[in-house]
């Protein structure tokens, strides 16, 4: 099968970062701001100063938490047909976990998110195909901030059947967040053998382990869920201004919270999450869509390949506000570079411009690249069959293909076949159809998914006892 493929970093290059990174957390460390977690580093042979709430690691701990570290692991959605594989060679697009603004594709307005739109937003993912992991795309604004986690959770496992994903708002919602995922699989044990959640560390660059993110850890490590573990390092920033540095750096934050990860619940899956961005020099405003963020996704899926681990690249992103050429240039660039380097899931769908809202068009137009990237992913075979060379004298000159059984046999799989939101027609048939825009076609097609698309209903009992579930947790965590 000829598969394409891109490599970046020659051994040479990807040791020189890793041992780039082993001397900076051995000699410079990271801050970690929870005090049970730096007495259990210290514990596992850390060097901490408490005082400074600084912790360095050596690299026999390192070369241990990468050797504890879970390389493999399946996500399971509430269809237990519906998964996601990780550390497979699977791809996997992910729907956002979560905005704080949302651009509505009725009004052309930029405006706060709500509960309906979260709940479009699942439905939509339900539907589209190239979704593996679907998220709500929007932290809505219309319901309680302490426990928006829950009742996303909610959401999520009632209005789809696949895996999904959002933002923890901290350790005491976490605790209701998986008794939802928990009634989902059967019981604690059951959602141990067959995790449904990724919980997301965030290292604060430059080098430090934030309070909220490690306290969530301990929740989801003690249901022994997959945890992903990625800092937005932003060269010229927050990191050095070159890309080899950037690279050190946010290598090294991310090694230090496996370390973390592994000496809190030893095996525990890990995700490498590679997500680094640039500081546009500029406006100083971090950028989702410069050429940099391509080659660096190439870089971080190779070190995190290098360690055995699944990785998840920020690609397929752009720091245009609409559905333009800009926005179609800077995706698919680096969405190209994310796929043929091997990472494993691509985020975030829906996602406009530098985290400036959810988008129910856009969600679909990734939907739309993704089954492009896919079909490049696949290459195609060269053997006797494929290369057709009986065919090719059968036919002869000034023949044509149309009717061979050959080409009956094969076109269906070797040629991609786009569906009605390309457009492939002529310049007349085009016009016949109403001259219509990639945009405006993404937009009928999500009017038409959310008025005929119904996701499989949830079990009776099920949804009884999710209800109490975010009934406790109201009570609990708001107080009403």
Same mark, same amino acid.
């Given at each position: 099968?000829?598969?394409?493929? /891109?490599?970046?970093?020659?051994?040479?290059?990807l040791?020189? /970062?890793?041992?780039?990174?082993?001397?900076?957390?051995?000699?410079?460390?990271?801050?970690?701001?929870?005090?049970?977690?730096?007495?259990?580093?210290?514990?596992?042979?850390?060097?901490?100063?408490?005082?400074k709430?600084?912790?360095?690691?050596?690299?026999?701990?390192v070369?241990?938490?990468l050797e504890?570290?879970?390389?493999q692991?399946?996500?399971?959605g509430?269809d237990?047909?519906?998964?996601?594989?990780?550390?497979?060679?699977?791809?996997?697009?992910?729907?956002?976990?979560?905005?704080?603004?949302?651009l509505?594709?009725k009004?052309?307005?930029r405006?706060?998110?709500?509960?309906?739109?979260?709940r479009?937003?699942?439905?939509?993912?339900?539907?589209l195909?190239?979704?593996?992991?679907?998220?709500?795309?929007?932290?809505?604004?219309?319901?309680?901030?302490?426990?928006?986690?829950? @009742?996303l959770?909610?959401?999520?496992?009632?209005?789809?059947?696949?895996?999904?994903? *959002?933002?923890?708002?901290?350790?005491?919602?976490?605790?209701?967040m998986?008794?939802?995922?928990?009634?989902?699989?059967?019981?604690?044990?059951?959602?141990?053998?067959?995790?449904?959640?990724?919980?997301?560390?965030?290292p @604060?660059?430059?080098l430090?382990?934030?309070?909220?993110?490690?306290?969530?850890?301990?929740?989801?490590?003690?249901?022994?869920?997959?945890?992903?573990?990625?800092?937005?390092?932003?060269?010229?920033?927050?990191?050095?201004?070159?890309l080899?540095?950037?690279?050190?750096?946010e290598?090294?934050?991310?090694?230090?919270? /496996?370390v973390?990860?592994?000496?809190?619940?030893?095996?525990?899956?890990?995700?490498?999450?590679?997500?680094p961005?640039?500081?546009?020099?500029?406006?100083?405003? *971090?950028?989702?869509?410069?050429?940099?963020?391509?080659?660096?996704?190439?870089?971080?899926?190779?070190?995190?390949?290098?360690?055995?681990?699944?990785?998840?690249?920020?690609?397929?992103?752009?720091?245009?506000?609409?559905?333009?050429?800009?926005?179609?240039?800077?995706?698919?660039?680096?969405?190209?570079?994310?796929?043929?380097?091997?990472?494993?899931?691509?985020?975030?769908?829906?996602? =406009?411009?530098?985290?400036?809202?959810?988008?129910?068009?856009?969600?679909?137009a990734?939907?739309?690249a993704?089954?492009?990237?896919?079909r490049?992913?696949?290459g195609?075979? =060269?053997?006797?069959?494929?290369?057709?060379?009986?065919?090719?004298?059968?036919?002869?000159?000034?023949?044509?293909?149309?009717?061979?059984?050959?080409?009956?046999?094969h076109f269906?799989?070797?040629?991609w076949?786009?569906?009605?939101?390309?457009?492939?027609?002529?310049?007349?048939?085009w =016009?016949?159809?109403?001259?219509?825009?990639?945009?405006?076609?993404?937009?009928?097609?999500?009017q038409?998914?959310?008025?005929?698309?119904?996701?499989?209903?949830?079990?009776?009992?099920?949804?009884?006892?999710?209800?109490? @579930?975010?009934?406790?947790a109201?009570?609990?965590?708001?107080g009403?």
């Amino acid at each position: 099968m000829a598969k394409p493929s /891109i490599k970046l970093l020659a051994e040479s290059e990807l040791k020189a /970062i890793h041992d780039t990174s082993l001397r900076i957390l051995n000699d410079v460390g990271m801050v970690v701001h929870h005090a049970e977690v730096l007495n259990r580093l210290a514990e596992a042979g850390a060097n901490v100063d408490f005082d400074k709430k600084r912790a360095r690691f050596s690299e026999a701990l390192v070369t241990w938490a990468l050797e504890s570290a879970g390389k493999q692991f399946v996500l399971q959605g509430r269809d237990p047909d519906q998964v996601a594989r990780f550390g497979y060679g699977d791809l996997n697009l992910m729907s956002s976990p979560g905005q704080y603004a949302w651009l509505d594709h009725k009004t052309g307005q930029r405006r706060d998110p709500t509960l309906a739109d979260a709940r479009a937003a699942i439905k939509l993912g339900d539907a589209l195909t190239n979704i593996t992991v679907v998220g709500a795309m929007s932290v809505p604004q219309d319901v309680p901030p302490q426990m928006f986690d829950v @009742i996303l959770a909610a959401e999520l496992v009632q209005l789809t059947g696949k895996p999904t994903r *959002c933002w923890n708002v901290d350790r005491r919602s976490s605790r209701y967040m998986l008794e939802i995922y928990q009634a989902i699989a059967g019981g604690k044990a059951a959602l141990r053998q067959t995790p449904m959640f990724v919980t997301f560390l965030e290292p @604060i660059s430059p080098l430090q382990l934030p309070a909220s993110g490690l306290d969530v850890l301990f929740e989801f490590i003690d249901y022994a869920q997959p945890v992903a573990i990625g800092p937005m390092a932003m060269a010229s920033g927050t990191a050095p201004a070159t890309l080899a540095g950037t690279l050190a750096q946010e290598n090294a934050e991310i090694l230090g919270g /496996i370390v973390t990860v592994q000496v809190l619940g030893p095996g525990t899956p890990i995700t490498y999450g590679g997500i680094p961005h640039i500081m546009d020099p500029r406006t100083s405003i *971090c950028s989702f869509g410069s050429p940099e963020q391509g080659l660096m996704a190439i870089a971080m899926t190779e070190l995190g390949k290098y360690y055995g681990l699944p990785v998840y690249v920020n690609v397929n992103l752009t720091d245009s506000k609409l559905l333009d050429g800009q926005m179609g240039l800077e995706k698919m660039g680096s969405f190209v570079l994310g796929i043929l380097s091997g990472a494993d899931e691509f985020g975030h769908a829906g996602l =406009v411009g530098t985290d400036h809202g959810g988008s129910l068009p856009w969600l679909v137009a990734d939907n739309e690249a993704m089954s492009y990237a896919r079909r490049l992913a696949r290459g195609f075979s =060269v053997d006797d069959d494929t290369l057709a060379g009986p065919v090719i004298a059968d036919i002869g000159p000034a023949g044509n293909y149309l009717a061979h059984e050959h080409t009956l046999r094969h076109f269906r799989e070797e040629l991609w076949i786009p569906g009605q939101l390309w457009t492939r027609d002529s310049y007349d048939g085009w =016009v016949g159809k109403g001259e219509t825009d990639f945009h405006q076609r993404v937009v009928s097609e999500v009017q038409h998914i959310l008025a005929s698309h119904e996701p499989a209903p949830l079990d009776p009992a099920l949804k009884r006892e999710i209800d109490r @579930i975010v009934a406790t947790a109201r009570k609990d965590l708001v107080g009403n």
